[in-house]
């Protein structure tokens, strides 16, 4: 663990045109619980900023896609053309008319942070570097990263390509979650390519209990930024730090927030096992929820829906009775058998008895094209309290949506 000063000197939440720690302009930062998606601190984090090599991050996440639908294998040897050797440093020094194996370009772009090595990826993937732009940026908006924009596959100065500190946060949850079998990469600590040692750039691992990831940038525009997620007691946390003066400070920085997270996370959610095994559904909560209705949560992106198409327009299809109108819902699904929607909302009730100590459980029987399924939804919840629900749910692959009061899901 590393010393640091007292964190109540540098906690700003959302304070405007924060400067860095270290007197830099332009800091941003966010931690956040990836468990929940909730924010546990954060520094102007939706401040437009330039990437520098986070953004290789998106270049990874597209080639594990690759990787799991087939197009590219870890074995494969791909081409490296000259504007992938025509790279500037960090590199691997890769040669025109070589080869280089995706897995071992994986390996050079995760510890030397290899420029050349990120563009054979992505003329691999995209056909071009342009192409793989707008893959990435595609990608970014489908993943919940509205802010963010991407030109090129390596973070080489480029005035708009630009994220910001949440959109990171949400792409190092999606890496650790949607590829889990790939992201033990991020933790290599040295890599040898052609005789020539390259050690992770990730310094802060080597001294920061339970960190195993994810990744540094640098460009003079940004100032030295990381994406770094550690577990502890159960516990993950991903932290994101933009505009660092030096390697070194950023680090110490990172290391600051996430002790300090850590103990807010290690308490809330010792707090929560206690609420959830004491709770009792025939009592009412009274203001036991007010804290974790102030609670703000990052939308963390999920898994697609497992139900057939039908089953689907079934569960767009307006209602036989509408549920009470009276505040907000949060559908968790639609099933085929109604006894297993309440049962799903009474687990949902359960696992977060404060937020929703006071909604009612609505099931609701809707056909279309001859098929019946059964929408599950809490009503009569906050906007605030159904949003950060629905964030919670979807970081756990269910399905959620918020719904307005007196407004039904379209056909």
């Known amino acids: ?60 996440y597209l080639t594990f896609e690759a990787i799991e639908n087939g197009q590219l294998r870890l074995d494969q040897s791909l081409p490296i053309s000259a504007n992938a050797a025509e790279q500037s440093p960090s590199k691997l020094g890769l040669r025109r008319g070589q080869h280089i ?7 050079g772009v995760v510890t030397e942070s ?62 650790i979650y949607h590829f889990s079998q790939f992201y033990p990469y991020f933790g290599t600590p040295s890599f040898t390519y052609a005789g020539v040692r390259h050690p992770n750039h990730n310094h802060l691992m080597e001294r920061y209990q339970g960190m195993d990831g994810i990744k540094t940038g640098y460009i003079r525009a940004s100032g030295f930024n990381l994406v770094a997620s550690a577990e502890r007691d ?16 950023r680090d110490n920085q990172m290391a600051l927030l996430l002790d300090e997270a ?37 939308a963390l992106p999920g898994k697609a829906s497992s139900l057939s198409p039908k089953a689907v327009a079934a569960a767009a299809a307006p209602p036989v009775a509408e549920p009470p109108a009276s505040g907000w819902g949060i559908q968790i699904g639609a099933f085929n058998d109604p006894d297993v929607g309440r049962q799903a909302l009474a687990s949902v009730v359960k696992a977060m008895p404060q937020l929703l100590a006071h909604v009612a459980p609505v099931v609701q029987e809707v056909s279309a094209g001859g098929i019946t399924v059964y929408r599950a939804r809490l009503q009569g919840a906050d906007e ?7 964030a919670y749910l979807i ?16 056909n």
């Open 114 to 175: 290899a420029n050349d090595a990120a563009m054979v990826l992505a003329e691999a993937i995209g056909g071009s570097e342009s192409h793989f732009g707008e893959m990435m940026t595609q990608k970014a908006h489908a993943l919940g990263m509205a802010h963010s924009n991407f030109h090129n596959p390596n973070g080489l100065p480029d005035p708009v390509q630009v994220t910001t500190a949440r959109d990171m946060a949400v792409l190092g949850h999606a890496l």
């Open 1 to 60: 663990m590393v010393p640091a000063p007292s964190f109540a000197k540098i906690h700003h939440k959302h304070h405007k045109s924060h400067a860095g720690v270290d007197g830099s302009a332009s800091y941003a930062d966010i931690v956040i619980d990836a468990e929940s998606g909730r924010i546990l601190h954060a520094t102007d984090p939706d401040m437009l900023r330039h990437p520098a090599s986070l953004t290789k991050m998106m270049t990874l």
């Open 262 to 298: 850590f103990e807010k996370a290690q308490q809330e959610h010792r707090s929560q096992r206690m609420v959830s095994a004491t709770w009792n559904p025939n009592y009412p909560q009274g203001d036991s929820a007010s804290s974790d209705e102030q609670a703000e949560y990052v």
């Open 101 to 107: 194996k995706v897995e071992d370009a994986i390996l």
């Open 384 to 390: 605030k309290t159904a949003r950060s629900v629905c």
């Open 395 to 410: 970081r756990h692959g269910q399905n959620c949506l918020t719904v307005a009061p007196e407004v039904t899901i379209p």
């Open 234 to 249: 159960n516990v993950r946390l991903i932290g994101v730090v933009f505009g660092g003066h030096s390697a070194t400070a």
